[in-house]
């Protein structure tokens, strides 16, 4: 993530309006393209070259709107192209998706994209063409010569149209990729950002920090994703409540329109024949005067209209319905004259309706003679009786079929609708939503509160982001901005502060090591020199390797802060003791060791009365006071600790301290020389001392030197 912050937002915001002339442009491309290709007799669309371009330099959005929009404008001409603008879009949107991903940025990688476009414009293309069409090869598409060559071969017309269709559309799209490349390749790279369609409402991102904005990890599904399902949920719930509508209107409009036709004929069957001689021709048939004549009208009849399926007359007995005329059909012949047909279940609950001769409501139905509607009239004779019934059937089936090719061209209508709402939608989302709260979000994740000029250096880039949305989102960027300001300010405030008691507190160490060290005639400077011995040893063992898993930072400041506190325990020795110009008697040795354990209890009262606090570098002054004389081979005092059982900082301490009492002045000795000291310091090494500290002792020789002979007015002589 710090990597990707580095990456500010340098870029000068720019019109999106300038985005949008490419989609104007490729709509010209599409059409004049498409036009070329038709005049110059090609089998081929070639009607998508200005959507691929859009979507490859403008991204989704004008790649949507370029195919949406020529297939709308095209609509003009042939309202069937209106129904593709949903084919046109898509092939924009995965264009600008496999932009997206670099494909485009080399043209082998760009060819790949070519079966994709294929399998939208061909595959569903024919699905669309094969619904629109009532299931039925569209003979003005470029492969309907294809389609009818592969029907008469043997395989299914579904079949035929479709490989027709993706067999010619490989061409076509892979010439509209290559026409594409082409063009790109006049467009300077520079000049490519000036074709994105950007919508900034804040300084534009770098495309680093833009990517880590859209695409962060989250522990549930991200903004994006949500106002996706929002919006597509919304949109399809409307498209789907609006399809319902339309296709219960268009079925039940259709009902009536096919009620209304059949009805009407029936009717006028009703007229078509003398209804004084029904018996007659039931009786004689054909060779009843007037019948020939009454079924030529009949015929003529049915032939106004391609729905009607079957037209009769019909006498009803309870015997069934004897049989006044049946016209043939294609591939059904009609019945004879008198000829008895039995009544179909689906009439049983009108049977003592037909047979009293009364009007029944048009029925439809789905027997012997498929999926009907069924209109019945009553024929009366001069005296005012029913004698027969004019009976018209027309086929349900070809609703089912209109129906189906409506809802294709519903739905490929919504679809195309449903994909310019859905990436509008989004591409506001984007922009005024999801990149100003990730922004923000990165931008202070990546605060920096270590140093000053981190934090400032922070707070400016938060600055730089200059959201401006004008709504909510523009309120919190400006409370997130006051409140990173103000946190700054507190913990530079904080920082003074703790400064200024850290300072108090060593500042409060040294006057009590003075106090203590004032006491002891023959210290002089001691706890000030074996401090900076302290830190010249520990930057030695970092430097080689020696200790390093516990030498941190926190742990060497905690010593060196300490280490004046290594002789605290001294407060309970009597100066008399303390300035004996002589040696000391084993009795007055032993009191004079009690100084450690001393100093371990004045540190730990101490410890008590700071709490649960951080005590880090107490606890160092407790190991440096009890533990400094333990001897690495275990004779030592107080607790004859032997080895790393002792603590660290007191074997660095031990070091320090018997050095600076070798080079110093005391009541009872003379200095020794800086050689000797160090000699005895070497000698040592694995009895007295560590052997790895002492390494870094004697590697630090020069700075030992330099100040030892800094805290001696007259320099110690060789």
Not at 317 to 343: K, M, N, Q, R, Y
């Amino acid at each position: 993530m710090e990597d990707v912050m580095i990456n500010r937002p340098v870029r000068r915001r720019k019109s999106p309006w300038l985005s949008l002339l490419l989609v104007p442009v490729g709509i010209a491309l599409n059409v004049l393209v498409s036009k070329a290709s038709a005049a110059l007799g090609l089998p081929l669309y070639l009607d998508t070259l200005g959507t691929v371009l859009a979507a490859v330099l403008g991204g989704y959005l004008p790649g949507i709107l370029t195919g949406y929009l020529t297939n709308l404008i095209n609509g003009f001409s042939d309202v069937t192209n209106i129904y593709y603008g949903s084919i046109n879009a898509l092939i924009g949107v995965a264009t600008a998706f496999y932009a997206s991903q670099g494909y485009w940025d080399k043209r082998l990688r760009a060819l790949l994209t070519v079966p994709v476009l294929t399998l939208i414009g061909g595959a569903l293309g024919s699905l669309l063409t094969w619904y629109l069409f009532e299931f039925s090869i569209n003979l003005s598409s470029p492969s309907s010569a294809f389609s009818l060559f592969l029907y008469a071969q043997g395989l299914p017309i579904f079949w035929a149209q479709f490989l027709a269709d993706v067999i010619m559309d490989l061409p076509d799209k892979t010439l509209i990729v290559l026409m594409a490349l082409g063009i790109l390749r006049l467009i300077p790279q520079s000049w490519r950002p000036l074709f994105r369609f950007e919508g900034w409402w804040q300084a534009p991102l770098s495309d680093a920090l833009k990517e880590a904005a859209s695409h962060p990890r989250y522990r549930s599904l991200s903004m994006r994703t949500k106002l996706l399902l929002l919006i597509a949920a919304a949109i399809v719930s409307i498209t789907v409540g609006f399809t319902l509508v339309f296709d219960a209107l268009y079925h039940n409009t259709i009902i009536d329109e096919n009620e209304t036709l059949s009805t009407g004929v029936a009717k006028l069957a009703a007229t078509a024949f003398d209804a004084d001689r029904v018996d007659e021709y039931i009786e004689l048939g054909e060779a009843a005067e007037g019948y020939l004549e009454a079924e030529a009208k009949l015929q003529k009849i049915r032939s106004c209209s391609p729905d009607l399926e079957y037209i009769y007359i019909y006498k009803i007995l309870p015997d069934g319905c004897h049989v006044v005329f049946d016209l043939d059909t294609a591939g059904v012949s009609g019945s004879a004259p008198g000829e008895i047909i039995p009544f179909d279940e689906s009439f049983a609950p009108y049977i003592s309706d037909l047979l009293a001769g009364r009007k029944i409501e048009p029925l439809i139905t789905d027997d012997t003679y498929g999926w009907l509607m069924t209109v019945y009239e009553p024929v009366y004779d001069s005296t005012g009786k029913c004698v027969c019934y004019a009976c018209v059937d027309i086929s349900m089936d070809r609703l089912a079929t209109n129906e189906a090719s409506f809802m294709a061209r519903v739905i490929a209508l919504s679809l195309g609708v449903f994909l310019v709402i859905l990436f509008i939608g989004l591409w506001i989302a984007e922009y005024n939503i999801i990149l100003p709260i990730n922004t923000m979000t990165l931008t202070a994740g990546a605060f920096a509160y270590d140093s000053e000029e981190a934090r400032t250096d922070s707070v400016q880039r938060f600055r730089e982001l200059d959201i401006g949305t004008g709504d909510e989102i523009e309120s919190l960027y400006g409370a997130v901005g006051k409140t990173m300001d103000d946190t700054v300010h507190y913990v530079q405030d904080l920082q003074t502060q703790t400064e200024t008691i850290n300072r108090m507190q060593n500042g409060l160490i040294w006057v009590l090591a003075d106090m203590v060290e004032s006491r002891d005639q023959c210290t002089g400077d001691h706890v000030r020199k074996t401090a900076a011995y302290a830190r010249v040893i520990m930057e030695h063992m970092r430097k080689l390797g020696i200790y390093t898993d516990q030498l941190s930072e926190k742990f060497c400041n905690d010593v060196v802060n300490s280490a004046p506190l290594h002789d605290v325990g001294k407060i309970h020795v009597s100066d008399t003791l303390l300035n004996k110009p002589g040696r000391l008697t084993d009795e007055e040795y032993a009191q004079m060791k009690t100084h450690t354990t001393a100093g371990r209890e004045i540190i730990e009262r101490a410890i008590e009365l700071v709490g649960s606090g951080d005590t880090g570098y107490l606890q160092e002054a407790k190991n440096l006071s009890a533990c400094h004389h333990e001897r690495w081979d275990g004779k030592g005092y107080p607790s004859g600790l032997a080895g790393e059982e002792i603590p660290l900082s007191a074997r660095i301490m031990a070091v320090a301290d018997v050095f600076d009492a070798l080079v110093s002045r005391r009541s009872y000795k003379e200095p020794f020389s800086f050689e000797k000291a160090m000699s005895i310091i070497k000698e040592g090494a694995g009895t007295q001392f560590d052997p790895l500290i002492v390494q870094a002792f004697v590697d630090a020789s020069d700075e030992v030197r330099e100040i030892s002979e800094s805290f001696h007015a007259d320099p110690v002589v060789s």
